[in-house]
């Protein structure tokens, strides 16, 4: 069911002189829209009303209902415009009644925004009342109204509404798909990866350069050929710059002084290995 603006009201219906510990109810946004709602009445004392009741607008899918966190019978009365569940205590002492219900057609959505809105009617004559809504895996929540506390349990985002003093309780949450932050993030993710591999290789070429200063031409021209090639033969280094046996004899054993190559003997030559 999707409207321009989605009512919900919720009505608990108990005896005012009865003064409960805690009111509490927990919408849980399911990916497909669907909420699983949870609304918890603790009392102070054990009570033994006849029955509990709330009425609920929306798509009832699923009903069950808990005394003491045993399950207990109920009625659904549709007869009205709105569904009424009803917990039969039967007169059976109990400290708390749970309500678990599974609603659809409660969310209004365009394109990739959705819409929870809710006027909550409030029992009366409680000491604490907090209201909770939990966000479908990969949603974010962009707008709340009236402010709420923000937290998540590392996968999921929720709003937090607690100590709620008035007993009308209007709630608006918009709230949209990850999918465009995350690919903004993985945009952030790659521009830093770039800019940090660039700096890491022009920070190395810079530092290579700094290193080649101290050696000669000649020196530098072998080192870079051997970095390049990492394996090749003496007499073909004397070959490709010109160098007689003696010098290149001499560049080689300061190359290998300094822990840049081996050597190892290969017939009439030496075969050099970069090691760096």
């Known amino acids: 069911m999707k ?74 009365d549709k007869s009205n415009k709105r569904t009424k569940v009803i917990a039969l205590t039967n007169s059976i002492p109990y400290s708390n009644i749970t309500f678990s219900f599974l609603i659809s057609d409660l969310i209004f959505e365009r394109g990739n ?39 998540s349990d590392g996968r999921r985002i929720f709003a937090f509404w607690n100590n709620i003093s008035q007993q009308e309780f209007p709630i608006s949450l918009i709230f949209k ?11 952030i993710i790659a521009f830093l990866a770039f800019v940090l591999g660039f700096l890491f290789f022009y920070y190395r070429k810079k530092s290579f350069e700094n290193f080649l200063l101290p050696f000669s031409e000649e020196e530098r021209k072998v080192i870079l050929y051997l970095k390049k090639n990492k394996v090749c033969l003496q007499n073909k280094i004397e070959k ?34 970069w090691i760096k």
Request: glycine share 4%.
């Open 240 to 273: 490709e710059f010109g160098l007689s046996r003696v010098k290149t004899f001499r560049i080689i054993r300061k190359l290998e002084k300094i822990g840049l190559i081996k050597k190892e003997k290969f017939g009439r030559t030496n075969k050099i290995f």
């Open 3 to 76: 409207k321009n603006l989605i009512l919900l009201s919720i009505f608990l219906l108990i005896i005012p002189s009865v003064f409960a510990n805690n009111f509490s109810i927990t919408f849980d946004i399911n990916e497909d829209m669907k909420i699983n709602e949870i609304v918890q009445l603790i009392f102070e004392e054990e009570q033994k009303f006849q029955n509990v009741s709330f009425l609920v607008e929306g798509n009832l899918i699923s009903v069950s209902v808990y005394a003491n966190n045993d399950p207990i019978p109920f009625l659904v």
């Open 177 to 187: 798909k990850e999918e465009f932050r995350a690919s903004y993030f993985y945009f």
């Open 113 to 151: 925004t959705k819409q929870f809105f809710i006027i909550l009617n409030l029992p009366l004559n409680i000491s604490s009342r907090q209201v909770k809504i939990i966000l479908p895996k990969g949603f974010y929540l962009e707008k709340c109204y009236p402010d709420c506390i923000r937290g």
